[in-house]
């Protein structure tokens, strides 16, 4: 955990509850309502002492990019994994389209969220088509043969993330922007309405950073798919995100549009960085000196 003081933490607990629990919440008033929201979360791995994430409220506004931020081992992936059910919380609850989400299947859950982790592995053989075929598992039985609905939502996704032309490659010959773009494909075509990314453009190069946040981009705005990203570069999470939630130690410190959440006070209490944010109307971060 990081040092604070007494009143830096109040400070901090205030206003990620004005924003996360307060009036501004998604759901309550005239803004958007939350698809997807955990409350009372407590979440933890069987190796660790104490509680990696503590939250009173998090939401996932419905047709919207969130994109979760903060330092390393801030908690983001780990939220993420709770909110997919991929880790069983200690306490609380996680609610997806009004239903708790210990109560879905698995095959039934995958029709309704999908989910890229930062885990992914296949055999290095599959070409691209093949692999984004494997997105269409939760809609079909054992011995179902593909469908016309299968090859439309595969042509589809595909079309989407920008791959037709590598269709016929093997993934183990692809670079790795190449790849996280195929996975990202394979993901599209569950055809689910709500999306979680786990850091997609780590590791990539400028080039396929910004292919990947466009193509998150246009699934948003032109499918109205909700997404949930989890993101190092917080410039690049205030260009293409609506919303920011920015996690420190395990907790929520903020929440809210990027103008409002991406601050010289937030990068100086997060991310212990000392740095100029201007807008124009793009945000831009100029780093000064680390504290």
Not at 59 to 71: H, K, R, S
Not at 156 to 161: G, M, Q, S, Y
Not at 162 to 182: I, P, T, W
């Amino acid at each position: 955990m990081s040092a604070h003081s007494e009143s830096d933490d109040d400070t901090a607990e205030k206003r990620a509850n004005s924003r996360v629990l307060g009036d501004g919440r998604p759901g309550e008033g005239s803004g958007p309502s939350s698809v997807l929201h955990a409350e009372d979360l407590e979440l933890s791995y069987p190796t660790s002492e104490e509680p990696v994430v503590e939250c009173d409220r998090i939401d996932v506004p419905e047709g919207e990019i969130t994109a979760l931020v903060g330092p390393n081992g801030s908690g983001k992936s780990t939220l993420l994994k709770g909110l997919s059910k991929h880790l069983e919380p200690d306490r609380g609850s996680v609610v997806l389209d009004g239903r708790a989400i210990q109560e879905y299947g698995d095959k039934e859950l995958a029709r309704e969220l999908g989910l890229l982790s930062q885990e992914n592995s296949s055999p290095g053989s599959i070409t691209v088509e093949d692999l984004v075929y494997h997105g269409r598992y939760p809609h079909r039985g054992f011995f179902d043969s593909v469908s016309d609905e299968d090859r439309e939502a595969v042509e589809r996704a595909i079309d989407l993330a920008g791959v037709d032309h590598l269709r016929d490659e093997e993934v183990g010959n692809l670079s790795g922007g190449q790849k996280q773009l195929a996975w990202i494909a394979m993901v599209l075509a569950q055809d689910t309405d709500v999306l979680l990314l786990d850091e997609p453009t780590t590791f990539l190069d400028l080039h396929h950073q910004l292919a990947v946040m466009e193509v998150v981009k246009k699934l948003n705005e032109e499918e109205g798919v909700t997404v949930a990203v989890v993101l190092h570069d917080i410039a690049q999470a205030a260009r293409f995100a609506d919303y920011l939630v920015a996690l420190n130690d395990g907790e929520p410190y903020d929440w809210g549009p990027p103008r409002e959440v991406v601050t010289e006070e937030l990068l100086a209490d997060v991310f212990e960085v000392d740095a100029a944010v201007t807008y124009t109307p793009d945000p831009e971060i100029v780093p000064k000196r680390s504290l």
